[in-house]
Each structure stands twice: as C-alpha cells, then as structure tokens.
C-alpha cells in the first residue's frame, strides 16, 4: 500500500483508518511517513498498548524522543502495558526528574484517580497579580505543563486554596490578585477515588479538568476530561461485554487472539450451561405429566423465554442506571415495587397474547384437544407468573450483586436468562398440573 | 431537609447527590441555598432538561439571568428540550446576537456535530505577532469567548488556515507570527457529522476541541471534549438498552414514567415473544417423536439456551466493536470465519460436558434407560450445531443490520436467542431422529 516515496504525504487520518489490520512493520513505515508535526499528535493520540508495541520495534535513538514526548500520565500507562522485562528499557530513556514522577504515578491503581492523573499542572500563588499569573503560566507552559485550562492557586504547603479558569484569569482586570478572582469553592477527587466516580463527576458537571488530592490535602496532580472520554468508554465497553455474557476484552476484537477470546467466552458459557441442566432435571420430575399429554412440552420454550427476556432486558436497564448513578443501593425497595408492578402487567399483555395465539391456532388446525381453553389458560398464567419472577429477579439480582461487593455488571442477560428459566420450567408444569389436573392430566 | 436557614451553606456536591429523588419546589429551594459561584457551576452541569425545568419555575427576572449563563450550545439544547409553548419564553430572554446565534444552532439535527457545536471560539488572524495574539485572546474572552484551549487562525472568508493550542501560543517566543508556529494540518469535521462519528475521534486522538467546518470549508464553531463525555455516555447507554432488548430511554430511569417505560419495553418483548411462538410449532411437528421418547423432551431448554447463550455473547461483542470502529462492515468474512471457528470449539466443548453430564447422570440413577448413550450423542451433536448456528448468526446479525442502514445494537441478546431458539429446536429433533431412529424412535 505505501511501497513508492510518492505517497509519502501519508496522513494521520489515513493512517488511523487502515491502522488496525496493520502489521507492525507496516505501522512502523506508515507512522515514518506523516510529517513530524502529525507524527506527534498521532502518536499522542494512540492507545497506550499501540504506543508501547511502536516504541519497542524503534531503534534506541529514535525511542528517547518519542518516549519523551509523552506526558508523565501517558508514560505511566505505556509502562504498565508492556512486558516487565521492557518496561526497564523505556524508563531507561527519560531525564531523572520525568523518570521519578512516572515511578510515582506506577504506584497507583490503573483505574484510580492517582493513576489518570497528570502531576504537571499550572500553579500560581494566591498573592500574585493577574498580570504576574499569565507571565508565570507562560513559563511554566515553556517548562512542560501539559494542559493549562486552569490555573490552580496553591500555598507553600501545596494545599489547594483556589481555582482559575483560563477564561477568569483573561477576563479579570490585569492589577487584581490571584485572591479576588479565584473561585474557592473547589471540587476535588481523592488519590484512590475509583475512574468511574470521576468519570461521573466529570459527566455530571462538564469540567475540563478536576484536582486530586491526597489524604493530608496537598495537591498531587490533575485529571483531565481527555483522559476521561477514554474512561467512559472502557468502563461502557466492559459493561456492555458483561451484559452480553461474557468477560470484559482488555483489547480490541481483533487485537485479541483466537484463543484468548476463547477463554474470555467459555467460563460463562459453562457456567451457564451446567445452570441450564437443572432445566433437565426440573423437567424430569413431571416427564409423567408429559407423558400423558405431550402438547404441554411444547410450549415449554415459549414460556420460559418469555421470562428471560422480560428479566435480561429488566436487569440490563438497572445495571446502567446503576453504573450512571442514576440509582441507589438504598433505592432498592422503591424498584422492587416498580419493577413486580411492571412485572405483572407485562405478564398480562403478554400471557393474554399466549391464550389468544393457542384458542386462534385451535380454531384453525384443532391442534391442542377439546381441552384447548383449560391450556390456554394454563399457559397464559405461566407466562405471568414467570415474566413477574423474571422482571423482579432481573432487577434484584444487579443490586445484590453491587451490595456484596460485586459488579452488578455480571448479572448479564444469558445470566438471568438461565436463573429465570429453571424457575419457569417449575412454575410452568405447577400451575399445569393444577388447572389441567382431571382432564389433560 | 433544608427547612431551616442555618443550613444555608449547601454544597454543590450535596445537592447534586439528592438532586434526582427532589421535587421540583425542593430542588428550587435548594438552587437558591447555594452560594453564587458554585450556583453557576451548579447550574451550567445541570442536564438540559433539569435547566428547563428549573427556569421555567422561576420568576421571568431570575429567569433572564439563568438563561443567560449558558453558552449558545447548551441554550439550543435546553430549547430542543421544552415544549414549543415555553421555548418561545426561553428565547426572548436573550439578547439579539445570542438568538440569532441558538436559532442558527436549532436548524441544526441534535446528534450532529452542528448541534453539540458552540459557535464561540477563539480566533487569530495569521499575521498577528504571538504577543498580539494572547492580547486579543484576552479581549475575546472578555466578551463572550467560553472556551479557549485552541486559538484558530481564520483568513477574511473565515476559511481555518490553522491552529494553536494555549500551550504552543505561550510557549513561543513573542516576537514570532501565529503564521509561524500555527499548526496547519488540522483535523475537522463537518457540520452534519454524526455526534458517535465525533465521538470516535475525540476517543482516538485525545483532543479538547474539533473545529467544525460547513461545505464551503467556513468554520463554523467548535465542539469540545466536555460534551463528548456525555455524548459517550449517552450513545454507550442507548447501546446498553438495545442490547437488553429494549428501547433506549431519553431520561433516567426515575425520571421515566411508569407507563412510559412499560411503552419502551412491551414492544420488543411482543416481538419476541410472538417469535417464540415458532418454537412451539417446530416442536409441535415432533410431537410423535417425543410422545415416544418423552426424555427427548427434557433436554430442549438445554440445548436451545447454549445456542442463545453464545449467540447473545457473540452478538454483543460485535456490536461494540462496531460501535467503536474496531471492525468495518468489510471484515465481515474474517469475523464470519473466526467466529465459526470458535463456534465449533465452544460446541465441542459444551456438548462433550453434555455427554458427560447424561453418562455420569444415567450411571447414578438410570434415568435414561438402555440407549442413554446414543441418546447423549445426540444431545452432544444437537449443542455443537446449535452453538456453532448461535456463535455464526450471533455475529453476522449486528453486520447485516448495518449493512442495511439499521443500528446493529438492535440485534441484541434476547433477539438473537430467540431466533437461536427456534433453528435450535430443529437441530435438536432432527439430530435426535437421525441418531435414535430404530433404537429410542
């Protein structure tokens, strides 16, 4: 594809667009081939895997300046990703004061506050004059702060006395202070707060920037809104792939080996299906009722669907609005409610829809017996009693899950789908057996 | 909870914490106990339809003040969220210029790039010297300017020439010209680009802010990264609920109403479950095979939720790599091949544990009489061809919905085990009757 100098006008769109089915040979010409300026933004721009697989295949020289175009934060999530025996050699190549700032930051959780942030952010005192405050940003951004949309206003001991926006800092008259002008009411995140909580802080108040703080309440660092998108989307991705009944991917689909995707798949899959021959065994106790009257197996599928549907989609919903924080554990009783009351009218709807299906069906083909209205009946009322279970249990299971301590996330669709339909088979051949009890049966 | 006056000093970040369970008198009460700094930030990091409704209850004099905080892309948005009667109270509020710029942004669809765009951005012009350029910078923002991490050099035909983030404009030296240290090679978008599209690119290159151009290649205003947070969110979100098989919900889920939420969550359940109805009238063309070999029967829960199961993970995993650009519609047969093969591995896998399961059961407690053995063959075979049918249509739905201008989400994990369900029940007796035929049939 770029085989002639010609096209050496690569650029960074292009590259992006094919990047994902190159091999890293390809991805190494590829990226030599943008002009500088792009080269930088497209290798900022790269996951931190991507960055790391780059580097490793550069030349020595050639390694030092494209690590060092990193922000420590980035770097931070480049070494994390790489084999322990390279992250040596990537560390390696950075001055002292970079190399220790990076340490630092490997020292947090990957998916704490601590382990998105950026320790390099414009400080100004709180004594300075607006003018003072530009020309010292102007120095600092000089240096190697990274993001200067605010300006954090700090005491000798680090603590966080005030903020600034880039806006309020250009706004306010040149001979104010810092002091008069900074905003002192400041919203902040702890080194260990989780990337999901500010994820949402970030979404609930649309900030471009938040301080962290550590337990004594020095400044340490920012996270920025950059970084964040990145976090939503990740945290998205892992729900979404739990949801569908499997383990979250720490890569993307093609990235991930065929047997690796395989492993990520089949411990689900069995845990499933060893759930699902209780279905066998459940159904085993009433092979006499089938026995004596087959037609009842056949809407077996129907009715314990019907409930696994109604609960994936009920546990879908509470697993994201638990995820946004749209509710609560200590919600719990006000969904229970809305849910079984939810529960029973779907129930209603769709159990009348069965009843109707088996008398219309009767009338046409007289497939089911004289006895067809007393199973229509026994069907209708299975399906309400199961899609009631299954829409309450789908919206329990989420936040017991979350009250143990585990993410509510693993109550996936399949999941429910499998706990609701043991349950089904139970209800289904119960109320059977008591309506049809002297006649079918 | 805020009844007496001493409580007075509300923080922003307790109020936001109790916001979504108050009433609308509450959460005024409340607006107005916070100080009038963190009122604003407050305020500006409501959602659109929370502003709307604080606005419209308060008196027409605070009224202006409010609607007045907000940029011109959050007012459009606000707009979009009213009914018509009020919208026509919100804009008259404003002053010419701002409403002639919101309707501008009205004519604009709401997940386009031209509806999350803001039209204020900071502009240079090309000659200006770099100490020039922060000086008018300094009057823009001054005046109506609300974002000012890049400076765009814009020529008299408000054509973008280029641009400079903050950093390189206070990094260079200042007798340089914005035309010398100006980046020219800009990514944009254009003003009718999908916001998931815009979405991508923040994702992928880790930008604050995307210039927005119309067809003529005049800059037309700017998205920034902040919103991108909740478009990510919300298209993430939509996703999710598509994939539990509903439809996605425009509002928390307290904030739906009851029956609101019943109408976003019967359709597809209706669907499916009419859908299931084809299970009952495969199974029904089998009912002398099972009224033969009644066990038969007790393994169809089985047998068609291992093909849902995998469909359903299969399903989702692709519509989230659709969703993040991951996979194109063109690899479709690499995903097709890959996905048969693991398929097969998943069925081999699942349908040996089922043979197992029926030996190890049958040798307990002789439930399956004398063929136990071909009858677990024939439950092993059915897994296989139902998971590898589940992992491959799984995977192909999401493609052939997009293919076809449809969101891939919708072919979310109950759809899939549904139509699983009914080719499983199939699979199943035809195996079966191939297997059994002469011995158990």
Redesign the interface.
Known sequence: MMESPQSASL???DL?EVW?VLSIDERLEGFRLL?P??AD?FF??LSARDQAELILHLPPGERRTWVRVLPPDDLADLVQSVEPEHAEAILSQLDDASRREVNVLLAYAEDDAGGLMNPRFARVRPDMSIDEA?GY??KQ??EK?????YAYALDAGQNLLGVLS??QL??AAPDKKVADVM?R?V?TVAENTDQEAV?QL???????ALPVLDEAGRMKGIVT??????V??EE??E???K????EA?EA???EVG?FG??KK??G???V???G??L??TA??SF?DE??SA??L??????I???G???G??????????LA?G??KLK?WW?VAR?EA??GV??GV??GL??LL?IVVWHTVSD?YGEHFLLLGCAVALSVLGVVTFGTLAGSMLPLVLRRFGFDPASAS??FV??LV?VSG?LIYFTVASMILRGTLL
């Open positions: 650029s960074e769109e992006h994902p002009p300026a792009a933004d900022v721009g530009i940003l102007r951004a000089r702060v990274e993001t200067v949309y880039l806006r250009f706004q905003q009411d919203i994820g970030f979404s609930e108040h649309g900030f471009m809104v950059d970084d964040i998108v990145d939503v989307q998205a991705t729900d979404i792939q949801v569908g009944g499997m991917l993307p689909y093609f065929f995707m395989l798949r089949i689900w899959l069995l499933l299906f060893l699902q021959m279905t066998a159904m085993s092979e089938i026995a087959v037609v197996s056949l809407f077996v599928p129907l314990i669907s019907s696994g549907n109604s994936s989609q009920t546990s879908t919903l509470i697993i994201r609005a946004l749209e509710m919600d006000r809305r009351l939810s009218v779907l709807v769709l829809v069965g299906r497939a669709a399949p789908a499998t339909d088979v």
